[in-house]
């Protein structure tokens, strides 16, 4: 019969009860994090598949209908991504037609990426994936406009305490 030590609120077994304790999955923000993001791609992508989107291909036309045409560079900050994960994206856009990319003429080593007629046109369907996520959405709008104030205030403290100086 193994015996329990009480630590911190959770159990472990008697055994372990000197070694170093390991904080719980459950108790993780980090880890409470990643699940929302995973639980809310997948919420989308009923959504976003009659438009022939992936999640992180939504999120980069979403951008490039705010502001095209943008570097990639420019793309990449505004995803918070590196241009390693951002390339290989775009070029699936590309091939799918939602998408050009092409030489800056006024720097040859900036690449210009903007949405094509195909890419622009996706932008009036976009109301049909807001509306059905909306209605997807277990909260109710004032609890979710609290909680992207909250997350955009976080986002932006932890890439300030991630920047290199």
């Known amino acids: 019969m193994t015996t329990t030590t009480e630590t911190r609120g959770s159990e472990v077994p008697a055994q372990d009860a000197g070694t170093i304790a ?3 999955l459950d108790q993780q923000l980090c880890f409470a994090l990643y699940s929302a993001s995973g639980l809310m791609t997948k919420l989308y992508r009923p959504l976003l598949d009659p438009l022939g989107l992936t999640y992180p291909q939504y999120l980069a036309m979403l951008a490039l209908w705010q502001h095209a045409p943008s570097t990639v560079g420019e793309l990449g900050e505004a995803l918070g991504l590196d241009s ?3 390339t290989p994206l775009l070029k ?3 091939t799918n037609g939602l998408v050009t990319r092409r030489r800056d003429p006024a720097d040859e080593r ?18 049909d994936v807001t509306t059905g996520l909306a209605c997807a959405m277990p909260l109710k709008a004032e ?6 104030r909250t997350l955009t205030g976080f986002v932006a403290k932890l890439r300030d305490a991630t920047s290199t100086p």
């Not at 094509?116 to 109301?127: D, E, H, N, P, S």
């Open 22 to 24: 390991v904080p719980r």
């Open 84 to 86: 390693a994960t951002l």
């Open 92 to 94: 699936r856009m590309e």
């Open 110 to 127: 900036r690449v210009l990426v903007e949405p094509t007629a195909q890419g622009q046109a996706l932008r009036a369907r976009v109301k």
């Open 143 to 148: 609890e979710l406009k609290s909680l992207h």
